[in-house]
């Protein structure tokens, strides 16, 4: 027996659900690279609208038209990937998705760009701006299903964190290389750069992304069926719609942050310009840190409702005193103009730690999601979640201004901070919980042997 024990402890630090141990980081960073590839199409594109404007001939609100057309691509791709995802297997479709969005920003290269002989026309790039975000939505579901695959329960809310931070990563590679790229070398360059990051990540994904072998820990041989059945779809569930809902309800403050936090702080509080950068970047730098050390700390101690609980919770109180501060001020400023610097101070701190309490999540959430899901179900589960996500994306930058030509930024802040209350109970502990819920997603189970009684036993 003692041979056995020491043998199984042996082949336990050289598996990790079936794989070298080590083979589960490689499999994390396909799901970062792939993930980044895309956010610096969807977040880098839009960076480019200074040069886009005059280079095609559009005026600024069929911009915004032609580039509401990338967030439009994701939300109705979302779930029919994150389906196909559980039916055919994370590798086939995260292949298929990167090299059908390669070959979109190819075909852009070849025939979207402006030159002195042909301009395209707005369809053009609704087209192509469409396709590259039907094609592109592939990445998270797919991705997401392949790192909960590899990763034990106490390791995948840290890995799915640190790989929710290549978005805000790949976004900000984008922000920074596009823009130049279109304004010293063309859009060629821009569509070109996009579709190589695509090509690496796919060929990463065809040497690195596979099903790992997974051997039920299950105690008797009649709870092995309980553990690998897939579980009832998760457009049957209420408690996948209530999570999903709750994802969309507080993204809504983080997407207030992201994109007006600069306009408020040059209208309202008449800020420089690199006073509002280094409040975005001080939301997106300590979003990452948080989103990877909640993802570790929630492992230890799978509390990852109570978590999210109290990022709802926080997020409301952080905004509610916005929204109060800011009324305060606006009567200040009435009475006597000018801000004063110490108030712009306070506003400021009160935008970057709103912000990264809005944005701290994502990891947690998308892990307890896939893990409510169930076998075989991840896919779908994780689609639902980021539908929601760029649905929340896609809205807010429309209604956020009439709520502020009609109310005032107060009320901007206010309703931000009722939106994160409407999470705060979507993140309720599910009513039924299975104690190993986390080990019932793993997409497959195949052995290379049959166990023997003793090695079941151990």
């Known amino acids: 027996m003692e041979h056995v024990i ?22 994390l960073s396909v799901g970062v690279a792939a993930n980044a590839s895309f956010a610096a199409a969807f977040s880098g594109i839009p960076a480019t609208a200074v040069w886009l404007r005059p280079s095609y001939g559009i005026g600024t609100g069929e911009l915004g038209f032609v580039l509401g057309m990338l967030g439009l691509g994701i939300v109705l791709s979302e779930l029919p990937w994150g389906l196909l995802t559980d039916r055919w297997g994370d590798r086939r479709v995260l292949l298929l998705g990167l090299a059908s969005t390669m070959a979109a920003l190819i075909a852009m290269a ?10 395209p026309g707005p369809h053009a790039l609704v087209a192509g701006f469409l396709a590259i975000g039907l094609l592109g939505g592939s990445v998270n579901g797919s991705s997401g299903r392949a790192v909960m695959a590899w990763f034990g329960p106490k390791e995948r809310g840290l890995a799915m964190s ?11 590679i984008g922000a920074l290389l596009l823009p130049a790229l279109a304004a010293h070398a063309g859009f060629m360059w821009v569509y070109g750069t996009l579709a190589a990051m695509c090509f690496i990540s796919a060929f990463l994904t065809i040497i690195w992304v596979r099903e790992p072998d997974i051997v039920p820990q299950a105690n008797t041989a009649s709870e092995t069926p309980a553990v690998t059945a897939p579980a009832r779809s998760p457009l049957l569930r209420a408690q996948v719609w209530r999570m999903a809902g709750g994802i969309a309800a507080l993204c809504i403050p983080q997407v207030a942050v992201i994109t007006f936090a600069s306009v408020f702080l040059h209208d309202f509080g008449h800020a420089a ?22 993802g570790r700390w929630t492992d230890r101690r799978g509390n990852r409702n109570a978590y999210l609980r109290a990022c709802a919770a926080l997020t409301v109180v952080l905004f509610a005193v916005l929204a ?5 001020c606006a009567q200040a400023v009435h009475a006597q103009p000018g801000l004063p610097a110490l108030s712009l ?4 701190v009160l935008l970057v730690a709103g912000g990264v309490a809005a944005s701290a999540w994502h990891g947690v959430a998308y892990t307890e999601l896939a893990t409510l899901a169930g076998h075989g179900r991840v896919g779908s589960a994780l689609a639902m979640g980021n539908t929601g996500a760029f649905v929340a994306f896609w809205l807010a930058p429309s209604a ?4 502020l030509g009609v109310a005032g930024w107060p009320a901007v802040w206010l309703g931000a901070a009722a939106c994160a209350a ?14 190993h819920a986390d080990d019932a997603i793993a997409p497959a189970v195949r052995s290379s042997r049959p166990r023997s009684g003793n090695s079941a036993a151990v």
């Open 6 to 27: 020491e043998h199984t402890t042996a082949r336990a630090k050289q598996n990790t659900n079936g794989g070298p141990a080590s083979h589960r980081w490689k499999v």
């Open 110 to 119: 070849v025939w979207g760009v402006p030159s002195a002989a042909h301009v």
């Open 162 to 172: 640190i790989r929710q931070t290549a978005v805000p990563a790949g976004a900000g």
């Open 273 to 294: 310009s690199a006073a509002a950068g280094v409040v975005l970047a001080s939301v997106q730098i300590g979003a990452a840190v948080m989103r990877v050390w909640s």
């Open 324 to 328: 109060a501060t800011t009324a305060w």
């Open 345 to 348: 101070i306070a506003l400021s």
């Open 400 to 403: 956020i201004p009439m709520l």
């Open 422 to 435: 409407l999470a705060w109970p979507a993140f309720a502990q599910p009513r039924v919980h299975r104690p």
